[in-house]
């Protein structure tokens, strides 16, 4: 597990489980693994939000803009919009994150890429960053890829936490 004191967050391959430090990441894992069942990765119609509903406000859902360049926000819930992403529905990564967000548009940019490129998931965390209110924040995110055909990344659910650091 990597983590990270700037502005750019910092990210790995899940290799155990019990690594992600929130329960509401674990809770997205393990319902991603259940619809995946023998596949690499389930497809986005194998999540139901009805089985998400109790952390539905924590997920975002981006789909894959052509060859993986960029991401569009098809779905944000409330406490992810809180984080950042209000009023983002239906704009990109670059779009959004400009100027002097630019640098963590990129780490985001670069957390998708490897998970519509490599097809697993991945878990990702800046500790003690300043952001909206300047306050130190810890930040957490598990990132769950989603293939319609089983091969490609179409879309990339992902679920986030935001805490005041202590």
Request: charged share 25%; glycine share 10%.
């Amino acid at each position: 597990m990597q983590t990270g004191t700037d502005t750019q967050p910092k990210g790995g391959k899940i290799a155990d489980p019990h690594a992600l430090r929130h329960p509401t990441l674990s809770f997205y894992l393990d319902k991603w693994r259940e619809r995946r069942g023998e596949r690499q990765m389930p497809a986005r119609h194998d999540i139901r939000l009805s089985d998400l509903k109790a952390f539905a406000s924590n997920m975002v859902i981006a789909e894959v803009v052509g060859d993986g360049a960029d991401f569009r926000f098809k779905l944000i819930g409330t406490a992810a919009a809180e984080y950042s992403f209000k009023g983002q529905t239906g704009r990109t990564v670059r779009e959004i994150y400009t100027g002097d967000l630019a640098a963590f548009g990129e780490g985001v940019l670069d957390i998708y890429s490897t998970v519509a490129g490599a097809g697993h998931p991945v878990y990702a965390h800046v500790d003690a960053f300043r952001w909206i209110n300047d306050l130190p924040m810890n930040f957490e995110a598990v990132h769950l890829p989603l293939s319609n055909d089983g091969s490609r990344v179409d879309f990339i659910l992902s679920a986030l936490v935001c805490d005041y650091a202590s």
